[in-house]
């Protein structure tokens, strides 16, 4: 008998499992219940009328799917609108809406950097940027995390095309990247700064326009930002924004555009509505800071380690893989669903509890979920 191919698999699971870092899917009821520390529906917006609403009118007006690529049929007035709301909001030249986050960030890089190019790399960015850095044939270099002068230095050292590559709020741990360093750093050596504001966007700057906005950054000539409406906006998709050369470059070049179906109407439709209620209700944003400040405050004051929050991510350590799993277990059996991250998805090997605030929680909610954190708490 031939052997099987896959027999490896059996021996990797039982590794995995045996070190507690299986993953399996569970998934979620319509209504749960439970206080939600999990999702990334930072504003309250996913479940927000006008915002579903606007889904089921886009879906029944333009139907369930775009069809195709944005450039054969899946490109829908729809779609220009969004891009255009989004540019103008964040402060941006021109947008180019993809179908996630994921793929956004791999069109910005792939398409903006090549043979020839130095990509300077953050340590701590995000898995589709560092994919997207692995896929561009690019120089690349990743230097430690958060350090400008780093990233100054080996910009200085490359005589040729650069750019820099980071994200604004940096996922795991929820702190943020000195841009404005970074782009002083960019600036001198003549490089591009590309800056994922997946985390920024509804949450920092003025009314929600992300952390490159209020670094003072937006529609500059040398700056590319990317952004998810899958988090602040309720939705689903990406997009990148930047000078009007930059999008058209990617509309011929980026291949997660030129290739992949178009963001669906219906999510097209909730984020336009959901960057409509955050214009009207800019009050969101610092809503959203003071609920991270308070987890933050609540959970140190009882002794647990937790990372100071810069913007809706508050990262709550555990002593063990195996702790966090039966510590966000425990929490659920309370009624509180929290993220749980483990190695591979945190570089720096050191389990975590990941909570991410919502502006539409109350006081009462936020003291809930911190009072069950605490309880459940594993010894150290």
Known sequence: MPQDPFDWIDAQQERLRAAGLLRTLRPRPAD?????????DYLGLTRHPEVTGAAAEAAR?????????????????????????LAAFCGFEAALVLSSGYAANLAAVTALSGPGTLLVCDELNHASLIDGCRLSRAERTVVPHAD??????NLAAHPGRAIAVTDSVFSVDGDAAPLQALAAACRDAGAALLVDDAHGLGVLGDGGRGAVHAAGLA???????????????????????????????????AR???????????????????????????????????????????????????????????????????????????????GLAVGCFRPPSVPDGVSRLRLTARADLSDQQVAEAADTIVRTAPAA
């Open 61 to 85: 007006r333009w139907g369930a799917g775009a069809t195709g690529s944005r450039l054969v049929t899946g490109s829908t007035a729809l779609h220009a609108e969004l891009e255009a709301e």
């Open 148 to 153: 400008a002068e780093a990233v100054r230095k």
């Open 32 to 40: 749960s219940g439970l206080i939600d520390l999990a999702g990334n």
């Open 219 to 253: 529609g500059d000539r040398d700056v590319v930002a990317t952004v998810t409406l899958s988090k602040s906006l309720g939705s689903q998709g990406g997009a990148v924004l930047g000078p009007a050369r930059v999008i058209d470059h990617l509309i011929s070049t």
């Open 256 to 334: 997660t555009f030129i290739f992949d179906t178009g963001l669906a109407p219906a999510a097209a439709g909730a984020a336009l509505a959901s960057l409509a209620v955050l214009r009207r209700e800019p009050g969101r944003a610092p809503r959203v800071r003071a609920v991270a400040a308070g987890l933050h405050r609540r959970l140190t004051a009882a002794g647990l380690t937790a990372v100071r929050p810069e913007a809706a991510v508050v990262s709550v350590r555990a002593p063990s893989p195996e702790a966090a799993v039966r510590w966000a277990a425990d929490c659920r059996r309370a």
